[in-house]
């Protein structure tokens, strides 16, 4: 499906590969067929209905359809929508569900732009949140829950899992079975969306275990090479079309290229993903053992027999390859490892073929205040690393050598 899904070659003259359909508006064949075709998009009545018939890029192109039937496929939704970046993806989720008055829960630590968008930006509009800091025990996400009630109407259960940076993992089936509890309780159901970029869209299959949304930055793995910006959302044909409906108004929708780009990304996914997340299990383990690191995040070493492996275990399908480390010391310690690597990269994102690491206090997470950070458990000696496809060993005697400076 990643590979061959959503095109069919003899729609561009037996192209093995997709075209990249570079134009901002389509010709109509007469003015009748450009009347059908309105009323086809607009209303879903009329000869056109169901048909793949455009308009002008802004409401829908061939590269998005062929993107969008991908990524619906391989996350097993019924259908998804793609958007310029992953934030405006996240956005479009707040600014189509979320009135004001309403109230929303999310997990901690989370993406720190997700964190600004229902901190700072929503509330300005007049909704609400509540955070959990345990997305594995049920009275601590049922605390958040009655706090967010308690201010209005509950509208969306938000699991980033594992979360950025330190890959603490949620469980979406406690979610759901809240959501769904929650929705005979006030009389709507509030919506489960899941950030699934840290293992999608193959190690974790959120739709599979029956939350609405799956939200997916696909700047990060699926497109794989750190050159461009994109998200994804899959789910019901409902919700998708009705985030479609005001894609078209918003004007966030992915330009033409760039779905190229990421359709060809997805063919390669799962081989890249599957180098990465080994040699992440070799430089977790390097790290476990250096007396001058203080904890390693990494998935796999989840203890056994806690509630986090018995979530990892039934959820996940692999650990990923990005985590977060902890020195003993601070900032001065970490800025003196990071300014002593040599190949891995010091930049923000993840799920390039390039190894990336980032200070997360002083970056990703920057706008947070202290004791949010530390709430999430971002320390000062924490440091999120995404390891890429380089050779092990290199990636290994990069971090020895840099170490040697703490």
């Known amino acids: 499906m990643a590979v061959s899904h959503g095109y069919d070659p003899q729609s561009a003259s037996g192209s093995a590969k997709p075209p990249i359909y570079m134009t901002s508006t389509f010709v109509y064949p007469s003015a009748q067929h450009a009347r059908d075709v309105h009323e086809a998009f607009f209303d879903g009545t009329g000869p056109l209905?169901?048909?793949s018939d455009h308009i002008y890029a802004r409401l829908g192109h061939p590269g998005l359809d062929i993107l969008?039937?991908?990524?619906?496929a391989i996350d097993g939704a019924e259908a998804a929508v793609a958007y310029s970046s992953g934030m405006a993806a996240h956005s479009s989720i707040a600014l189509s569900f979320v009135r004001?008055?309403?109230?929303v829960i999310h997990g901690r630590p989370i993406y720190g732009g997700v964190d600004m968008l229902y901190n700072s930006v929503m509330?300005?509009?007049?909704?609400?949140?509540?955070?959990?800091?345990d997305g594995t025990d049920e009275a601590n996400v049922r605390a958040a829950a009655e706090e967010a009630l308690a201010q209005g109407p509950l509208k969306l259960i938000i699991?980033?899992?594992?979360?950025?940076?330190?890959?603490?993992?949620?469980?979406?089936q406690l979610m759901v079975r809240l959501a769904d509890e929650l929705g005979e309780?006030?009389?709507?159901?509030?919506?489960?969306v899941v950030d699934n970029t840290l293992l999608g869209p193959f190690a974790q299959r959120p739709i599979e275990l029956g939350v609405d949304l799956c939200m997916t930055s696909l700047t990060k793995y699926c497109g794989g090479h750190s050159?461009?910006?994109?998200?994804?959302?899959?789910?019901?044909h409902e919700l998708v079309d009705q985030l479609k409906t005001l894609r078209t108004t918003w004007g966030n929708h992915l330009d033409p290229y760039t779905a190229w780009l990421v359709t060809r990304s997805l063919e390669s996914v799962h081989v890249r993903t599957e180098r990465a997340m080994s040699n992440a299990r070799s430089v977790a383990e390097f790290l476990r053992d250096h007396p001058k690191v203080a904890g390693v995040t990494y998935l796999g070493f989840l203890p056994e027999g806690s509630r986090g492996r018995a979530v990892y275990d039934r959820q996940c399908k692999a650990a990923g390859s990005t985590f977060s480390f902890h020195l003993h010391g601070g900032q001065a310690e970490a800025f003196r490892m990071l300014d002593r690597l040599r190949l891995m990269k010091l930049a923000v994102s993840l799920g390039g073929s390039e190894t990336l690491i980032c200070h997360s206090a002083t970056t990703t997470h920057y706008?947070?205040?202290?004791?949010?950070?530390?709430?999430?458990g971002i320390t000062d000696g924490t440091m999120r690393l995404s390891v890429g496809i380089e050779h092990v060993d290199d990636l290994i005697a990069d971090l020895a050598q840099a170490l040697e400076a703490v």
């Open 159 to 172: 699991a980033e899992t594992p979360a950025n940076p330190t890959a603490a993992i949620i469980d979406l």
């Open 367 to 376: 706008a947070l205040t202290s004791e949010q950070r530390l709430a999430g």
């Open 68 to 72: 969008e039937a991908r990524l619906a």
């Open 123 to 133: 509330p300005q509009y007049g909704s609400h949140v509540a955070a959990y800091v």
């Open 49 to 51: 209905a169901g048909a």
């Open 227 to 236: 050159d461009l910006l994109a998200g994804g959302i899959s789910g019901r």
């Open 100 to 103: 004001p008055g309403d109230s």
């Open 185 to 192: 309780k006030q009389g709507h159901r509030p919506l489960v």
